[in-house]
Nanobody, 127 residues
Framework: QVQLVESGGGLVEAGGSLRLSCVAS????????MGWFRQAPGKEREFVAS????????YYGDSVKGRFTISRDNAKNTVYLQMNSLKPEDTAVYYC????????????????????WGQGTQVTVSS
C-alpha cells in the first residue's frame, strides 16, 4: 500500500507559477512510475505528466508541454510539478498517482496504469 499526499495548490493569476508536491509513504517508492493528472468540473480526468524512477524519463500532456516540469527526489519519496505560465484553463483538481509498472525506466501515461492516488489539490488560475 502506498499513501500519497499532495500540497502546493492555490489561487494564482494567469501567467503566474505554482509548484505542487506529492509525498509518498508506505511501501517502497522504488521503480514506481509517478504521474500527475487533473480534473476540471464536468470533464474527464486528464493526463498531465509522468516520470520514471530511473533516468528519469518524462512525458507531458500536449496542453502543458513547455510550461510544466515534473521531477522527483527518490531519497525524499517526493514528486514535484512545477507549473509556469499558468492559464485559466489549467484550473482543476490535480492528483498525484503511483503505478507499480515497468522496470523503473517507464513513465506511465494511462490512468489504468496507476494504482495509488492522492486526495487531490485545487489549482485555480484567475484571468
Amino acid at each position: 500500500q502506498v499513501q500519497l499526499v499532495e500540497s502546493g495548490g492555490g489561487l494564482v493569476e494567469a501567467g503566474g507559477s505554482l509548484r505542487l508536491s506529492c509525498v509518498a509513504s508506505g511501501r517502497t517508492f522504488s521503480t514506481y512510475s509517478m504521474g500527475w493528472f487533473r480534473q476540471a468540473p464536468g470533464k474527464e480526468r486528464e493526463f498531465v505528466a509522468s516520470i520514471s524512477y530511473n533516468g528519469p524519463n518524462t512525458y507531458y500532456g500536449d496542453s502543458v508541454k513547455g510550461r510544466f516540469t515534473i521531477s522527483r527526489d527518490n531519497a525524499k519519496n517526493t514528486v514535484y510539478l512545477q507549473m509556469n505560465s499558468l492559464k485559466p484553463e489549467d484550473t482543476a483538481v490535480y492528483y498525484c498517482a503511483a503505478g507499480p509498472v515497468g522496470d523503473g525506466w517507464y513513465a506511465a501515461r494511462r490512468r489504468d496504469e496507476y494504482v495509488y492516488w492522492g486526495q487531490g489539490t485545487q489549482v485555480t488560475v484567475s484571468s
